[in-house]
């Protein structure tokens, strides 16, 4: 029901843009966030947005680059990276869930399947 797309290799202060694809229900009344992994950490809440109304919410290490924006009318949510660093190399999940102001994993009912992102110094 989530699809995301758009991960690949980058240099150091590239930008990227992911994708999250919405299928199968009505997600409106949900927020949709980003969260990123690294092997052997925990996942890692990046960003998330109201679908409803647009408002959003970063992690400090990610406010002043990344944006996360939602097109209605393609039911898609959108993570713009921009001033890749080496250190935001994961895996990136887009997720929906209940409850807007929350940077927990376990609070987020739906996960997409993850995409690669590589950022090389």
């Known amino acids: 029901q989530l699809q995301a797309s758009g991960g690949g290799l980058v240099q150091a202060g590239a930008s990227l843009r992911l994708s999250c694809a919405a299928s199968g229900r009505t997600f409106g009344f949900y927020a949709m966030a980003w969260f990123r992994q690294v092997p052997g950490k925990e996942r890692e809440f990046v960003g998330a947005?109201?679908?409803?109304?647009?408002?959003?919410h970063y992690a400090d290490s990610v406010e002043d680059r990344f944006t996360i924006s939602r097109d209605n009318a393609k039911n898609t949510v959108y993570l713009q990276m921009n001033s890749l660093e080496p250190e935001d190399t994961a895996v990136y999940y887009c997720a929906a869930g209940r409850w807007f102001g929350s940077r927990s994993p376990s609070n987020f009912d739906y996960w997409g399947q993850g995409t690669q992102v590589t950022v090389s110094s």
């Open positions: 947005v109201q679908w409803s109304s647009g408002s959003t």
